[in-house]
């Protein structure tokens, strides 16, 4: 059964009967949430196809991103990855580099975002781990749940929600190189994050004007 709704999500690229729309890759999506979305991909063209490990969020493809072998190589658009790359172990991470490049056309890209280990540093060298920086959709976030996880939801029982690894701007954008991405770009963003753009041998460079508002 999951073969044939994979089948039917990510159709073969010269399959008669293939949509015209473009397909983006919505990894670790948690709950469908579309008004969530970057507005880039909120476009009238864009098709997602949600990716998680955990069933109960009801993913289009339940998979861990460090394994997607049900997803065809050169089959999506773009990939879109928000704050999922840290609940990997640091080992596991060039492993879902790997697959995302592989899943993507040659002319494709991978936007993601995640917590900046050095803005959250500088909350810990000031002694405010536990200063609530925003109101997330899970509740308040504080430092210590951007370091190891959101801890009400590790309580409950959500164990996806562990954090393993981190990231600095120049940490990600060498991960990301030696998963030979063709080019990469990184941003420090506004509420202590990374934003980062990876492209395919044949990507067009506008892309980085398109995308330049949203990883500001």
């Known amino acids: 059964m999951m073969q044939k709704a994979l089948e039917a ?11 015209a729309m473009r397909i983006f890759l919505h990894v670790g999506c948690g709950e469908e949430r579309p008004e969530r979305l970057p507005k880039f991909f909120r476009k009238e063209g864009w098709r997602e196809v949600r990716v998680d490990i955990d069933p109960k969020v ?6 861990n991103i460090t394994d997607l072998q049900k997803i065809r190589s050169g089959s999506v658009d773009a990939i879109w990855s928000s704050h999922n790359i840290e609940h990997l172990h640091a080992f596991e991470v060039p492993l879902a580099f790997d697959d995302f490049r592989r899943v993507l056309k040659d002319d494709g890209f991978l936007m993601m975002t995640l917590p900046d280990l050095r803005a959250i540093a500088r909350h810990i060298i000031a002694d405010n781990v536990n200063e609530v920086l925003y109101q997330s959709q899970v509740g308040p976030i504080r430092p210590l749940d951007m370091l190891f996880g959101h801890q009400p939801s590790l309580e409950r029982g959500n164990h996806f929600m562990a954090h393993r690894t981190g990231f600095t701007s120049t940490t990600l954008g060498q991960a990301l190189l030696e998963a030979e991405f063709a080019e990469v770009r990184v941003h420090e963003g506004g509420r202590w994050d990374l934003w980062a753009i990876a492209t395919m041998p044949q990507t067009s460079p506008e892309i980085f004007n398109e995308m330049a508002e949203i990883t500001r």
């Open 58 to 63: 009801k993913p289009d493809i339940v998979a």
């Open 9 to 19: 999500t990510v159709p073969e690229a010269d399959s008669p009967v293939a949509p």
